[in-house]
């Protein structure tokens, strides 16, 4: 396994030439700021490229723009973002939005987010999240060791590798941050993996002995995370919040599977073919699937539209169920263009009429409502197996027909954001998708419909 993580760590590891253009570009934008005149007290490199904890060919610098706590909030976002265009000037960028805004941009091949934030010692001083992140940069910069930095990206690669990295609500995976906290907790890489190997729901990883079993038991009632990594810089947050029950098993598994036999495909999975369309439509044919196509918003914040998307997907799951559609499998894909919500479901086409079981005869009272209220009787009522029972007409007997009037509905009542793409979706039926079977989306359907974990 040693030579398999040095030919791996070679591969992932910036090289000199990449750490001195970041190095070069970090000092070029603090040398401007010096000519700017403000309020400001400094600028602060923080996220994984300040820490050496980050993967080759990895492009963004986060720096952030500090001020006093006397500085009131409206001055630090005013003069703040005005700071922070004056170091775009001559460079694409655009006011991007968390807590509070910032600028993003690209300069020089970089990805740079340039964020007005507080200069606080403890996370009780914070007036936002982002006052935090300069915290952790110091204590990760302070408990990690040279060789944990190493470890920190064979284990950001692993977790890439397996599809379980990343911190954005459209991955619901495990953070950067999250990653290092991993590395610092379990003190290596295969330790990690031997760590996660073993974990079950609601584990928790702390960095305090000052956490007692009470305050254990107060974390796990107000936790319902699979994994609670508790913030050693802020004991009242969990690192690994956008975590979800999926992607903790997927690592879980991989872990396993990586102890039983290591191999460098969890590190570098191979690159998906699409299958031939005649293979597509085989595969297809076995199945029921259906599927939603709508535009991405990119007006809007990725983490906001990625949560309304999740949030669409469960409800439609939920409608088509309560009408006797039962769905096998859901996932939602996107390419930051368009977005495919599909839905596997035991069938496409249901009986037009729908069996009632109501009370037992015996039962006066709940059976009189069951018989006065309203339907489109079929047949019955007669008794069946000891039960009162009716047969009514179904009002939507194809999947595809509700699903578009389940859409219509939604567009109108649905929050602003995604209205905008419900009112342009259209459903697609096998014939439908097999025209869309193009490019990234044919690549992701073939992966959806072998149905294996990159790894296997």
């Given at each position: ?166 911190a954005d609500l459209k991955n619901c995976a495990l953070p950067g941050y999250g990653v290092e906290l991993l590395i610092l907790h379990y003190g290596s ?261 072998i149905g294996k974990e990159r790894f296997e």
């Open positions: 396994m040693k030579k398999m993580l040095s030919k791996v760590l070679k591969k992932i590891t910036p090289t000199k030439k990449e750490i001195q253009l970041e190095q070069e570009l970090v000092a070029q934008i603090r040398k401007k700021l010096s000519r700017i005149k403000g309020n400001h007290s400094h600028l602060e490199w923080c996220g994984s490229s300040a820490r050496g904890t980050h993967l080759s060919k990895d492009k963004d610098i986060d720096l952030f723009l500090m001020y006093e706590k006397n500085i009131s909030e409206e001055e630090l976002k005013n003069e703040g973002l005005a700071t922070a265009k004056k170091l775009f000037r001559g460079f694409k960028w655009e006011k991007a939005y968390s807590q509070h805004p910032y600028i993003r941009g690209i300069i020089n091949g970089f990805k740079v987010e340039i964020i007005p934030s507080y200069l606080i010692t403890n996370a009780n001083e914070k007036k936002s999240a982002v006052d935090r992140t300069p915290l952790h940069n110091k204590f990760l910069l302070e408990k990690m060791s040279e060789e944990q930095k190493k470890d920190t990206r064979l284990l950001k690669q692993f977790l890439k590798g397996v599809g379980a990295y990343g890489f295969k330790k990690a993996i031997e760590g996660i190997n073993e974990m079950k729901p609601r584990h928790i990883i702390k960095f305090t002995d000052k956490i007692n079993e009470e305050g254990i038991k107060n974390i796990l009632k107000n936790q319902n995370n699979p994994l609670i990594i508790i913030d050693p810089v802020d004991d009242k947050r969990n690192v690994a919040s956008a975590l979800n029950e999926e992607q903790f098993q997927r690592m879980i598994h991989a872990s396993k599977e990586f102890l039983k036999k290591p191999n460098i495909k969890f590190f570098f999975p191979k690159k998906i073919k699409p299958l031939p369309l005649k293979k597509i439509k085989q595969y297809l044919d076995q199945k029921e699937i259906i599927a939603v196509k709508m535009p991405f918003l990119k007006s809007e914040l990725p983490d906001i539209f990625w949560g309304q998307l999740r949030r669409e997907e469960k409800k439609l799951k939920n409608q088509l169920e309560e009408n006797d559609f039962k769905v096998t499998r859901s996932t939602t894909w996107s390419n930051e263009k368009d977005v495919f919500m599909l839905f596997e479901l035991e069938t496409l086409t249901l009986q037009k009429s729908k069996k009632i079981f109501g009370p037992r005869a015996s039962d006066e009272e709940n059976s009189k409502k069951f018989l006065e209220k309203k339907r489109k009787i079929i047949s019955g009522p007669r008794i069946e197996n000891e039960r009162l029972v009716l047969e009514t007409e179904r009002e939507y007997t194809n999947a595809k027909e509700f699903l578009e009037k389940e859409i219509k509905k939604e567009a109108k009542i649905e929050q602003k954001t995604i209205r905008k793409s419900l009112k342009k979706a259209k459903v697609l039926g096998e014939k439908e998708l097999l025209k869309e079977y193009k490019k990234d989306f044919a690549k992701y359907l073939t992966q959806y419909l």
